[in-house]
């Protein structure tokens, strides 16, 4: 069954220091993965998502994730951190292709500093 | 274009309690989702919609939780009676089709408290 792991519940960084959001997965079969932010009192809005084709995604909001297929791993990353960025991210794995259902992580939250 | 709405925002109800939350999709998206998040976790779907069927509702307590979307459009979620650990925030979010790629856009939740 496909799964994610996010590892941290809280990220702190300063501003303008590399943002790093760590998620592995678990899946039987080629994953497609996500990652959402959640800022406080809103829905989940899709940052990026990668489905196969390049490995190095790039998002919204200058996120981007690589796909390392050896380390099972999609972590987020942005080089220099804003303030606006504070809020809680999840990374996601398609559970199953015939329903498109999400299976999410616990989720981290970012907190930057001034 | 208008996202997914949802209401109310926020809900306070008793234990036992019966309580019904609603979400109107983005227009043309045929696939609707009921998610719960409990505080800490990340979504947790209960059931899937695509049109007025039901693709997947394995995770939905279904002694106390029902859901609908009659006409295929707009949808309802019903816990009777309430419980406790029913505390969490019911987000709702659509799709256009099934399918691995499509993004889900979310609803801004409502955020249930059973006391």
């Known amino acids: 069954a496909q799964s994610v792991t996010q590892l941290g519940s809280h990220v702190s960084v300063s501003e303008g220091a590399l943002v790093l959001l760590r998620c592995n997965y678990s899946?039987?079969?080629?994953?497609?993965l996500f990652w959402y932010v959640q800022y406080p009192n809103q829905g989940l809005q899709l940052l990026l998502k990668?489905?196969?084709?390049?490995?190095l995604v790039k998002g919204i909001n200058g996120f981007e994730a690589e796909f390392k297929k050896s380390e099972t791993s999609f972590h987020l990353t942005k080089p220099s951190a804003h303030m606006s960025d504070a809020a809680e991210y999840f990374c996601a794995v398609i559970h199953s292709s015939n329903t498109g259902k999400l299976i999410f992580g616990q989720g981290t939250t970012l907190q930057v500093k001034p | 274009e208008a996202g997914v709405a949802q209401s109310p925002r926020y809900k306070i109800i008793e234990k036992r309690q019966s309580v019904a939350f609603w979400c109107n999709p983005i227009s043309g998206h045929a696939t609707l989702y009921w998610y719960q998040q409990i505080l800490g976790q990340g979504p947790k779907l209960l059931i899937q919609?695509?049109?007025?069927?039901?693709?997947?509702d394995s995770q939905l307590p279904k002694d106390r939780f029902s859901a609908e979307r009659l006409k295929g459009v707009d949808s309802t979620l019903k816990i009777q009676p309430a419980k406790l650990e029913d505390s969490a925030v019911y987000l709702c979010?659509?799709?256009?089709?099934?399918?691995?790629?499509?993004?889900?856009?979310f609803g801004p939740g409502t955020r249930l408290t059973v006391l």
């Open positions: 990668y489905t196969s084709a390049a490995t």
């Open positions: 979010a659509s799709s256009l089709q099934i399918a691995d790629y499509n993004e889900q856009f």
């Open positions: 899946s039987s079969v080629p994953p497609y």
């Open positions: 919609f695509q049109n007025n069927g039901v693709v997947d």
